[in-house]
């Protein structure tokens, strides 16, 4: 029997400039699928920005993806070959005009099969 679990690693967060998450241990799972949900964005023309790290111990992380945008109120995307600790870095920026208001209010899961 497949086991499956989903680690709430952000819960109505509000990410403004660089961020990463709490790391995740995931060793076990073959599959994972992050989840971004955008509950309010702030300042003219917020965008948000993520990449997929992976890290052998939780310490020391390197990028296991390119560089994505989250868009609308929901993004979703798997990572494979993931090795043992996974987390989301990114930045949250404003267009030319938001200034120092450019932010994010988010929920992001991480959902991991066996």
Known sequence: MRESFTAVLERNRT???????????AA?????????RTLERTGTGTRMRVTTQVSPDGLHW???DAEREVAGDLASWESSGFG?????????EGGP???AEAAAKV???LALKS
């Open 28 to 36: 076990w799972a073959a599959e994972a699928r992050w989840f971004v």
């Open 62 to 64: 390197c990028d296991l």
């Open 107 to 109: 929920m992001i899961y």
């Open 97 to 99: 005009d938001a200034g």
């Open 15 to 25: 990410l403004a400039g660089e961020f990463a998450t709490e790391p995740y241990e």
């Open 84 to 92: 043992g600790w996974l987390r989301l870095k990114g930045t949250v």
